[in-house]
């Protein structure tokens, strides 16, 4: 959570005036978002996110997550949608930064979801796979198996010092992940990071899917496989076969899987853990000592991973047969 | 700029069971106050500020700085309103801190003020004075010239390390300020933190105070003295005597200053960079090394005390004669 670049007042009004919204009223940076600086602005026209993309972000994948979002916005997906400025332009820049603004969407995240929560995402995730078929940018995964070897080594031995012995077990399974990841299932655009904090409820009802700064073109059951990692585990890292098979139904009422898929889901899921164990390994490690903010613990994904391992088949995930 | 407590949606809902303000359809941590945690709330009676005060905010306070609120917003004062829950109380508890709510004010405020904004900011310091007269609960304030040597002395000598000599300089000037400080000028509420971030503006209009958490008991020329300090100065250190004439002309429009308070006024000046500079000073030395927040310049206060130490009278600042 973070805004990393500060915005004037005299600054946003000048690009607020590129805009048919209406005059500038307040704005406040807000603690969400691990990328970027986001403000909610409000103006005369209502309520509106200002991203200003900071240097994690590269701008030429702008024009694939802003398109996206209007894309799927126009299919009926209610998610943000980019403000188009009197150009007809969704990009524009602020405090040097590219920026751009979507309408706000109302809706609370879930800490603690149970199985009704779980299918909501799961039908909605079916919905975004759908409505996201016939979206003409394509946009390779930068975080799937070829990239684990190498952000692995950029943590490197220092992993140990996280927990002994956690090396030489993450190498063993980028042996495997290399080796059997499945790379023939039916692809399109995953959210590819659909963690409870970028799903809104209002009620029990699903309001919105947010953040789209990882959506990219990949296995569309990997996309599944990540939900499973983040919704349908316990506190205590134990897996939850009811909301997995909630979840499991929901999609597949929208979008069937194949017996490709579903065979894949085990490798699918250890590969998914993988990716985030590796994210919050490198997070970890970079945070120097005495730091106030703590990132999230790599180990939760370790456990999960080990969960995974001992799957005997899809069928332990809650496919009902 | 901090959220130190998250606060989730089932506590959040259920903390809004017992006020008439409608449902809960969304809230964000804001990147806000530097010593507590502040959402903005939306539900169905319009948006909010809920603030859980941490530990850095005594709880006994609370009722003075939410009754000065509510007794100078009654009063024609535009500040955030306490909203009073179905009990008619102001002060809650959630996620193990006490908290209130707090109505939203619609603003901007000035990163580079104008001699306007400091015309604007006096008239509606001395309506702060004039409206707080008759509040009936006093508090002194813990950050008067009796604090400042124990407060030096928490920096103890590690203060020439962010400047060489510095510690003897204010060692000599603490012996100044003890021996001359103005003890019998009239005293009354002052807000005693009004930074350019506490006003906001809407075009050259001021439409709102905010942040009451320092407010206290003590000299009210010396909010006035703050008030130079903090909106009269140029980037580069210097006194923009255009600024303070406006400032100082149209507080006594609305309010007076006696022969006695502007003949004090430079050493009220003195104080109030002292002040300023010290807490600086203590907050920069107790940041580690690495951190990614860094703290407030200290000796931006140092360059402006300087200035208070040439002054030759109080005419300097702008007194129309």
């Not at 199985?115 to 409505?131: P, S």
């Not at 490690?285 to 080990?306: N, S």
Request: aromatic residues 10%; neutral net charge; glycine residues 8%.
């Amino acid at each position: 959570m973070a805004v990393y670049t500060d915005v004037s007042a005299d600054d946003l009004t000048e690009f607020l005036s590129r805009y048919d919204i209406g005059k500038l009223r307040s704005y406040k940076g807000i603690a969400e978002g691990v990328e970027n600086s986001n403000f909610l602005v409000h103006t005369d026209g209502g309520n509106f996110i200002l991203t200003l993309y900071e240097k994690r972000v590269a701008e030429q994948d702008l024009p694939f997550f802003l398109g996206l979002m209007e894309h799927l916005a126009a299919r009926g997906i209610t998610c943000p949608q980019p403000v188009k400025n009197k150009m007809g332009g969704m990009l524009g820049r602020i405090a040097g930064r590219p920026a751009a603004m979507v309408t706000f969407l109302d809706g609370l995240w879930i800490r603690k979801p149970n199985a009704g929560h779980c299918a909501a995402v799961g039908e909605a995730l079916a919905r975004l796979h759908l409505a996201a078929r016939d979206f003409p940018i394509r946009r390779p995964n930068a975080l799937s198996v070829d990239s684990w070897r190498p952000l692995y080594e950029h943590a490197g031995a220092r992993g140990d010092s996280v927990r002994p012995g956690l090396c030489n077990e993450i190498v063993q399974e980028l042996d495997v992940l290399e080796k059997f990841w499945p790379r023939d299932l039916p692809d399109g655009v995953i959210h590819a990071d659909l963690f409870p904090d970028n799903v809104f409820f209002l009620g029990d009802r699903l309001s919105g899917l947010i953040d789209f700064y990882f959506a990219c073109t990949d296995t569309l059951a990997y996309d599944v496989a990540i939900c499973l990692n983040c919704w349908c585990f316990e506190p205590d890292h134990s897996y939850n076969v009811t909301k997995g098979r909630a979840l499991l139904k929901a999609y597949m009422k929208v979008r069937a899987l194949s017996e490709q898929e579903r065979a894949a889901l085990p490798m699918l899921c250890r590969g998914a853990a993988m990716r985030f164990l590796l994210t919050r390994l490198v997070d970890w490690l970079a945070v120097p000592e005495g730091a106030l903010v703590k990132p999230k613990d790599p180990l939760e994904y370790f456990r999960k991973l080990r969960f995974h391992q001992s799957v005997a088949s899809a069928s332990d995930y809650g496919f009902e047969s």
